[in-house]
């Protein structure tokens, strides 16, 4: 499997063709005779609701350099989403959580990068079940609290679709 298009066979170096395979033009290796699978990339993230708004992120790497998003990021191999939630909150903006104390908030697929595709599972707590004072972690040029109100005020834009999940968390959360 790869993330984008594969330029030769990651398994044993050829040249790859093309061929129709349960409907679909795959990337097909003619001499080990495997199907290179490309699929969406899974990824997670958690929305910190309090009193004074919902935790939002400043993406400090592409896609999106400079726009807002809910915390959250690509899964470890072993990972569970809570589980890859919890740690990128953590990462990013330094408060820690138990993953099983996060609620399901939502799910959507991201617009297409460069060929890649990814799927976020989004997750809602309530910040009196966090701990840690919000600093930015690497990747992240500021972490701050915003309110449907407050965000924008200071030219603040959404890496789609990252503002109907921080709508829903502070509907479902506040
Ligand atoms: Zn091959």
Redesign the pocket.
Known sequence: MTTYPANF?P??G?DLTGREIEGRERQF?P??E?VVWRNPVPTAGVAVVGAEGVLLTERAVEPGIGEWTVSGGHLELAESPREGAARELREETGVRVAPEDLTLLDTFSAAPFEGKRVVSVGFGVRRADTAGDPHPGPEVSAVEWFTPESFGDGGEVFHPPHGQRFEKAWRQFE
């Open positions: 066979c398994y044993c050829a290796c001499d080990c495997r």
